[in-house]
């Protein structure tokens, strides 16, 4: 039991020099920060290693254009910044968090065209839930990193600089809010007054299209009228959003009549 | 520090707090945490050409560079409230969110460009990331110090900081065991480290 440990500590130290530059996959990355949040040691070597990244970053400095820099301060100008960390207060559900999220994507849901400083705010308002989530307790974490890593995606979406957005109908009620960026391959969807559906059926989401058609996932459950956001990725050329009624274990092909269906 | 650095902020309508003479960067830091848009600008011209510098390394693509500058400058904006000085130099911090999200961006889309990414990396002569390194004080001293790694550890740290790859990826373009590279890599920054005069 206690060499166990000890090799796997010794696994871990040895991926530190790996995870100080961030060439480390996913599931590597997210052991380790489990083993650093218990080892002193490993987060004391990972700080100084950071120190030594970050010399070879600034060593590659480069002169950046006025435009962008003009960009970016507009872009701070109308968003939002996470207050500090304030211990009294009560850790939200993730459930909650996600309805606070839609309320956010809702107020966006005016103008035809988002310009890149909206969808900037936007994604900084999505990704204040990050904040939130990072005074939940331990045993929410996976849960958390989920609800982190999408909500991330979602930002890059939002902030995508041909990122457009498209409303749509859905039968039987409610409107679907599309946002969807080509460079990026994927959109945000949420929907606002979906029809309650019984415990044995869900909605499901698909794209569709010459490549074929793939099922993008089952929708949450609803939330004060709100549903998502949820993200599909790897667009295709041609695809259609499309949204079903299946059983609630979800469906490998559209079952059911489309209840929305939206060119992209 | 830069051209970008010298430059006056437009439509400035009072004196910048930032502009204050010694104020660094986790100072500067400070004062955007509490909404200091003239500070924010000051934290720009003194970190933003690092940021861009080391995102267009990784991304190499200038346009998408420039997303990746203004997402990571806009969550040192968002979040200046959590950097904590107690666990590393306000320098440090930005760089980490600016180095992972250039990496985090590159490969979200690298499963359909991988092929042609990795014959196009194997063409790439090492030196030629070293040799980029020009001028400047701290920049000699990297390069010195990059200089005094073995051939595998400067080959595994360049690969994986200014390319973007995983140690995987550098075990398969350098044809050695992934757990050689692992431990290349931890070796290699912390010799780096040593040189560069980094307290452990």
């Known amino acids: 039991m206690k060499l166990t440990k000890r090799s796997q500590i010794r696994d871990a130290h040895t991926l530190a020099g790996a995870y100080a530059m961030d060439a480390v996959s996913a599931p590597d990355r997210e052991r380790f920060e489990r083993h650093l949040a218990g080892c002193e040691e490993c987060a004391q070597e990972i700080a100084s290693l ?22 970016i301060m507009a872009a701070a100008a109308v968003t939002r910044q996470q207050p500090p960390a304030d211990e009294t207060e009560p850790v939200l559900l993730a459930h909650g968090t996600w309805a606070r999220a839609g309320i956010w994507f809702r107020s966006l849901a005016w103008p035809s ?5 909206t969808a900037g705010a936007a994604a900084a308002a999505v990704l204040a839930v990050a904040v939130v989530f990072g005074i939940a307790n331990s045993s929410m974490q996976q849960q958390i990193d989920q609800a982190q890593a999408s909500s991330q995606q979602i930002a890059v979406v939002l902030t995508a600089q041909d990122a457009r957005m498209t409303t749509g109908t859905v039968a039987g009620g409610g409107t679907a809010t599309i946002v969807m960026s080509g460079s990026r391959h994927a959109l945000v969807f949420t929907a606002q007054g979906l029809h309650a559906l019984p415990g044995s059926r869900g909605y499901e989401l698909w ?8 099922p993008v996932g089952m929708l949450p459950a609803g939330s004060h009228g709100m549903t998502g956001p949820v993200i599909a990725s790897g667009l295709r050329p041609g695809d259609h959003l499309a949204l079903t009624a299946e059983s609630a274990n979800g469906s490998a092909h559209p079952d059911t009549p489309m209840m929305l269906d939206v060119a992209l | 520090m830069t051209a970008a650095g010298s430059q006056e902020p437009r439509n400035r309508a009072r004196p910048a707090p930032a502009a204050r003479a010694g ?25 933003g050409p690092s940021v861009f510098g080391v995102v267009r390394r990784v991304i190499r693509d200038p346009a998408q560079s420039e997303e990746v500058t203004q997402e990571v400058m806009l969550e040192v904006w968002r979040s200046a409230s ?25 490969r979200s889309v690298q499963k359909e460009a991988e092929r042609e990414r990795r014959v196009a990396v194997a063409e790439i002569p090492f030196d030629q990331v070293i040799e980029a390194v020009e001028s400047g004080l701290e920049r000699e001293r990297v390069r010195r110090c990059l200089g005094s790694l073995t051939e595998v550890q400067r080959e595994s740290v360049t690969l994986a900081y200014y390319r973007g790859y995983t140690y995987g990826q550098v075990a398969s373009l350098l044809g050695v065991p992934t757990g050689t590279v692992k431990t290349r890599m931890r070796d290699a920054l912390i010799r780096m480290r040593d040189c560069l005069g980094v307290p452990e």
């Open chain 1, 50 to 71: 950071r120190e030594t990244t970050a010399m070879l970053g600034t060593a590659a400095a480069e002169p950046v254009s006025a435009g962008l820099k003009e960009r």
């Open chain 2, 23 to 47: 104020t660094d960067l986790a100072g500067l830091i400070a004062l955007v945490a509490r909404g200091e848009a003239t500070a924010f600008d000051a934290v720009f011209e003194q970190i």
């Open chain 1, 207 to 214: 794209l569709i299209g010459p490549a074929g058609t793939r």
């Open chain 2, 82 to 106: 959590k950097f904590d000085a107690g666990r590393g130099s306000a320098t440090a911090w930005v760089m980490t969110l600016a180095h992972r999200r250039a990496v985090d961006r590159v």
């Open chain 1, 113 to 117: 065209r988002l310009t890149l400083v």
